[in-house]
Each structure stands twice: as C-alpha cells, then as structure tokens.
C-alpha cells in the first residue's frame, strides 16, 4: 500500500462543476502540497498547508491532520483546470513523498 | 525573477552512453531537489541537496546515477551507461532553505534512451 493514496485517478467534469480530489497519507507529516502538473509538464506548486484549510481563487484545500486526509477542492471549473493534480507530503525525512496523481479533463 | 531552468529541455542517447543533466535553481535558495517521472508513472525522489551536501541519496536508482552541486547553484545529475529503463522526464526544484518551504520545479529533460 502507498503512503500516500489518491482519489480518484482519473476525473471528467463539465465546465462549471464543482470538483474534489481526496488524499490519503499513512505517515505523520509535517505539510501537504498540492501540485499542478499541466499537458507540456511543468509542475506548480498550489499550496502547502499544515492544518485547516487555504483558497486560492477559485481553489481551496483542506487538511484533516488527525484523520490523515486532505481534499483539493475547484469551483467553477474550467477546461483550463484539466490537469494532474499530485498530492505530495513532507514526512520529516528532507524528502517528499508523492502520490500517483489525479488527471482531471474538464470539458467545454 | 528567474523560475528553475534545466538544460537540455530534451535528451536523446543511445543506451550505454553516458549524458549529464542540469539544474540552474532559483537564486539564493538553498535546497535543491531531483525527482523522476517514468511514462504514465508519479514523481519519483532521487536525492536532495541542502547547499553543496546531499543529506539524502537514498532515492538514487543505482550507482550508475550521480549527482553534484557546486557553489550552492547549479546541479548536474549524471547517468553512467545508460539503459533504456533510465528513460523518463527529470525535474529538478528548488526551495528557499528546505523542503519544508515551497518548492519551485524546473520544465524538466526528457531523457531517450533508444
């Protein structure tokens, strides 16, 4: 089993839904990122957070340090939202550790 | 200012040659990170930098695969007699002091080995 699971791998939504990506973690850490890998690859750094929950536009993520969990949440998604969405958790060993990634396709 | 580069953006060697991959991270930070992506796979660490030390080699495939920095800056990533499983886009980022702070990626070298 992964240390850190993601779901679902694989997403579509029609323009303006609203959208949730989950990830599970197994280890204690000390921050989750979400990242943004987009279709030519270049990976982005949505948000680091450590407890509670961050927005970011139309973007918004949770934690849940005590059940593990973390949710990345769109509003109002758009095709340009279609990407993969890696959850990755700095687990106090200088080295992060990522989950195998959400691909979202948002159609027009 | 200046993002991550990498250098080349794309690679193509025959198997058993040796290539050299490099990383020119963000001004003034001073972690550096290589990872691995294999076709259809996640992100893979393979070793972390904090200055011109690597605390952590522990994701280095095999010791064909090395890897250095010099003056706190630029990283080369080298892969000795390279096989065709080697192949797979290599990204580098960088943050400000350690991987407790963002972290900033590079576009990547897509590395062929046919």
């Known amino acids: 089993k992964n240390e850190v699971e993601q779901s679902p791998q694989n997403l579509t939504a029609q323009e303006g839904e609203f959208i949730t990506i989950n990830c599970s973690y197994s280890?204690?850490?000390?921050?989750l990122h979400w990242l943004q890998q987009h279709p030519g690859g270049g990976i982005v750094s949505l948000f680091m957070l450590s407890s509670g929950k961050k927005k970011h536009g139309r973007l918004i993520a949770t934690i849940n340090i005590q059940e593990k969990h973390s949710s990345l949440h769109i509003t109002a998604s758009h095709p340009r939202d279609s990407a993969v969405y890696i959850c990755a958790v700095d687990s106090n060993t200088d080295k992060l550790i990522f989950g195998t990634g959400t691909r979202l396709q948002v159609f027009p | 200012g200046a993002g991550v580069s990498q250098s080349p953006s794309n690679k193509v060697t025959e198997k058993g040659k040796d290539v050299e991959l490099r990383c020119d991270p963000i001004?003034?930070?001073?972690?550096l990170y290589w990872y691995r992506q294999s076709l259809g796979q996640g992100l893979e660490f393979l070793i972390y930098?904090?200055?011109?030390?690597?605390?952590?080699k522990s994701g280095l495939p095999s010791d064909r695969f090395s890897a250095e920095r010099t003056g706190g800056s630029v990283s080369t990533l080298t892969i000795q007699r390279t096989q065709q499983e080697d192949s797979a886009v290599y990204l580098c980022?960088?943050?400000?002091?350690?991987?407790?702070?963002?972290?900033?990626f590079g576009p990547g070298t897509r590395l062929t080995v046919t």
């Open positions: 280890v204690g850490i000390s921050a």
């Open positions: 930098f904090q200055g011109n030390s690597a605390p952590d």
């Open positions: 001004s003034g930070h001073t972690a």
């Open positions: 980022a960088s943050s400000l002091v350690s991987i407790h702070y963002e972290q900033y």
